[in-house]
């Protein structure tokens, strides 16, 4: 069935540093990857999202990359703060109106930003 | 804008009994969906509505579970009678376009 990866499962850097995480997925026919950070109390937040058409994007400290022949994507955040430190989410999904959207999630990365 | 909103935010019921929880998605948003977090694993998906109508119940994890979303605007899931393993966090979506989904802050269910 429909699967996706997600690595590491705990990660903790110093502030200032770069912190990776990795996603793999199993269904070719994926065609959009979302990432969300879910603080505390709170709900699954979109923070940036990849389609199938682009190889990689950015915005300000973030960054996704996809590698569709591989099926990995990953999410890159420079310069960490304190204020990074959350649960991480990948997903993907068949999205589009001749799909249903539904997400297939990975199990979460715990980031945590050591002042 | 509001986003979409949920509640109660937190349900302590015990074993046997009936919850609800509710869901109001972002107006004008056709798509909803109904996810689930149990014990630190992965967010899982439990089914989807289009207006009024289920159009995948696919991760519904048995009949005790009963989504409804009358006149395609709020939404409520029924777990009647409530296991221990139905506790977890329950999330609702909303999305306009099937791409970008927005969800609300969760209900934590906890079943004793």
């Given at each position: 069935g429909e699967n996706v990866e997600q690595h590491p499962s705990t990660l903790s850097v110093q502030e200032g540093d770069s912190a990776v995480i990795k996603c793999t997925y199993s269904d070719s026919a994926s065609n959009y990857f979302p990432w969300y950070k879910q603080e505390l109390g709170k709900g699954p937040q979109l923070i940036i999202d990849i389609r199938s058409n682009v190889g990689e994007k950015k915005d300000q400290r973030i960054a996704v990359t996809l590698n569709k022949t591989a099926k990995h994507f990953s999410l890159h955040i420079t310069e960490t703060q304190p204020e990074d430190s959350a649960v991480y989410f990948c997903a993907a999904s068949k999205s589009g109106s001749s799909n249903t959207g539904k997400l297939i999630f990975g199990q979460g990365t715990t980031l945590q930003v050591k002042p | 804008e509001a986003g979409v909103t949920q509640?109660?935010?937190?349900?302590?019921?015990?074993?046997?009994?009936?919850?609800t929880l509710r869901c109001d998605p972002i107006s004008g948003h056709d798509n909803l969906y109904w996810y689930r977090r149990v014990m630190g694993k992965e967010i899982k998906f439990l089914l989807h509505f289009?207006?009024?109508?289920?159009?995948?119940?696919?991760?519904?994890?048995?009949?005790?579970?009963?989504?409804e979303r009358t006149g395609g605007t709020y939404s409520t899931l029924k777990v009647q009678p409530a296991e221990l393993e139905d506790s977890g966090v329950y999330?609702?979506?909303?999305?306009?376009?099937r791409v970008e989904a927005f969800f609300g802050q969760g209900t934590r269910l906890t079943v004793v």
């Open positions: - | 509640f109660p935010s937190h349900s302590v019921i015990e074993k046997g009994q009936t919850v289009v207006k009024e109508s289920k159009q995948d119940e696919s991760g519904m994890p048995n009949n005790r579970f009963l989504a999330f609702c979506a909303s999305s306009q376009n």
